[in-house]
């Protein structure tokens, strides 16, 4: 597509739905998908789904939309194929072409939006986003400097600190600093006090997360924190309620958008935190929207989280997560720029409440993207 033309009227708008990838968060990006693909307005919109395997492989998925969901119980996943799907420039414009083995490529048309819907490393960090850049391709969500800064645990922090909002204590561990100096990373985590949560710094989902009582238990921690990503952080346990807001990029120059915040119970047994098990597969966790909190502090919410939004310079969509401490303080945990996104999850469920539904949050994401114009803004 190119980025200085503007869509053809007399046609729908075609939108390429992106998802699987190759992260840990594969499945977590299918069924994703699923919510999507199964609430996209088709009288509206021309829709291709594009799968991407875990080998990187990008392929046209076959069958119906339902497989990307859990309800068959087993994770979801996109597998290979024959043949690949590419984005390549044809007279003059940029086109989705399948190619396969001995056989003339197949042309799938012109692309308007690409919606990503990529969890984790290789598809929320800025590298889908750079390639999008690269072919001049309009897309759905943050740019490639706030993709990255927001998968980031370690630089999101320090962006965030810079501008001003409450970031709880933390270590950042580097890959070097665990291989040669693996007492002072020790040292440097006991100085914080335990309970501490060791986290892969550029992944999502809760995936890789351990929470630590006792530093007895923090090296086995820190090795499945490494099996998703060789670098760490590591952060001090804040008692503290955990309240998210979701934020919608304004239209043209508009300020961007808040929607009531939500609180985030987990059951009691086998989850000590909200991690991947608790969101994803025994539906532990339950949303209250909107949270029970004084006026004065759901309105400084919204506005940190508007704050954050800004900060990263983030774009479309994001999910800021906070904790409201006993003392009535705001402390920031991360900011999610691609957050889960199925009819279920919190950040549809916090505009639902806030009186934006499913299918007009897409519609409104959508325009956006088509609005938006390509390269440097």
Not at 320 to 344: A, M, R
Request: charged share 25%.
């Amino acid at each position: 597509m190119n980025g200085n033309n503007v869509t053809d009227a007399a046609r729908k708008p075609r939108i390429a739905v992106l998802f699987g990838g190759r992260s840990s968060e594969h499945a977590v990006s299918c069924v994703t998908a699923a919510g999507v693909l199964g609430a996209i307005d088709r009288d509206k919109y021309d829709v291709i789904p594009i799968g991407i395997a875990k080998t990187g492989q990008w392929v046209l998925p076959q069958g119906d939309v339902s497989q990307w969901s859990l309800s068959g119980g087993a994770l979801p996943e996109v597998q290979p194929g024959d043949a690949t799907v590419a984005l390549a420039e044809i007279g003059g414009e940029h086109q989705l072409i399948v190619a396969a083995p001995d056989q003339v490529p197949t042309e799938l048309g012109q692309v308007d939006v690409v919606f990503p819907l990529l969890h984790g490393p290789f598809g929320e960090d800025g590298t889908v986003q750079g390639l999008l850049e690269l072919s001049d391709t309009r897309y759905v969500g943050a740019g490639v400097l706030a993709s990255a800064l927001g998968m980031d645990k370690h630089f999101m922090k320090v962006v965030f600190e810079s501008a001003g909002l409450a970031v709880g204590p933390y270590v950042a561990v580097t890959d070097r600093q665990w291989q040669s100096e693996p007492e002072g990373v020790r040292s440097r985590v006991e100085a914080l006090g335990f309970p501490v949560f060791v986290k892969p710094a550029r992944a999502g989902s809760s995936m890789g997360i351990s929470k630590v009582d006792r530093v007895e238990d923090l090296d086995a921690a820190i090795e499945e924190a490494r099996r998703h990503d060789p670098k760490l952080v590591i952060e001090a346990g804040i008692v503290g309620r955990e309240i998210e807001c979701a934020v919608l990029e304004g239209r043209g120059m508009d300020a961007p958008r808040t929607s009531l915040p939500a609180e985030i119970a987990v059951a009691v047994g086998d989850h000590s935190f909200y991690d991947f098990e608790a969101k994803y597969v025994d539906n532990a966790a339950s949303l209250s929207c909107p949270a029970e909190l004084p006026e004065g502090a759901i309105e400084e919410v919204r506005r940190l989280a508007a704050l954050a939004f800004e900060a990263i310079g983030a774009e479309g969509l994001s999910r800021v997560d906070f904790f409201y401490t006993p003392e009535g303080e705001w402390v920031i945990n991360e900011i999610n720029t691609l957050p889960g996104f199925t009819p279920k999850s919190m950040y549809p469920q916090m505009w639902a409440a806030t009186g934006l539904n499913y299918r007009e949050l897409i519609d409104e994401l959508i325009h956006l993207a088509l609005n938006r114009r390509t390269g440097l803004r």
